[in-house]
């Protein structure tokens, strides 16, 4: 069972940036950001599947948002720039160990792992 501990959620203002951390231990297939505000459906943010690099976003975060990770001993971070209100919510890190099609690649229900969560509140 791969362990996921979040961290760097915090408030920020409208245009501002923030950088999330993701401690993994266990390993794993793919890793990815979902997030999820009052009174909405969990989303995937971003995702990368750790064996090739390849990497997934969400059009609404596009060209925003980064995920990386430097190796498979190291944290996973999302880097969020020029953030807005609508970037609200509490952010997830989520693992899963096997291969699956990359048209899953934001489906929550395909990742067995997940971390507590880390609260982003982005002010106008």
């Known amino acids: 069972q791969v362990q996921l501990v979040e961290s760097g959620g915090g408030s920020v203002q409208a245009g501002g940036s923030l950088r999330l951390t993701c401690a993994v231990s266990?390993?794993?297939?793919?890793l990815a950001w979902f997030r999820q505000a009052p009174g909405k459906e969990r989303e995937g943010v971003a995702a990368?599947?750790?064996?090739?690099?390849?990497?997934y976003y969400a059009d609404s975060v596009k060209g925003r948002f980064t995920i990386s990770r430097a190796d498979a001993r190291s944290p996973l971070y999302l880097q969020m720039d020029r953030m807005e209100p609508e970037d609200t919510a509490m952010y997830y890190c989520?693992?899963?160990?096997?291969?699956?099609?990359?048209?899953?690649?934001?489906?929550?229900?395909?990742?067995?792992?997940w971390g507590q969560g880390t609260q982003v509140t982005v002010s106008s």
């Open positions: 266990g390993y794993t297939w793919r």
């Open positions: 990368l599947i750790t064996s090739f690099g390849t990497t």
């Open positions: 989520a693992a899963d160990a096997a291969p699956k099609s990359a048209t899953v690649v934001f489906d929550s229900r395909e990742y067995t792992s």
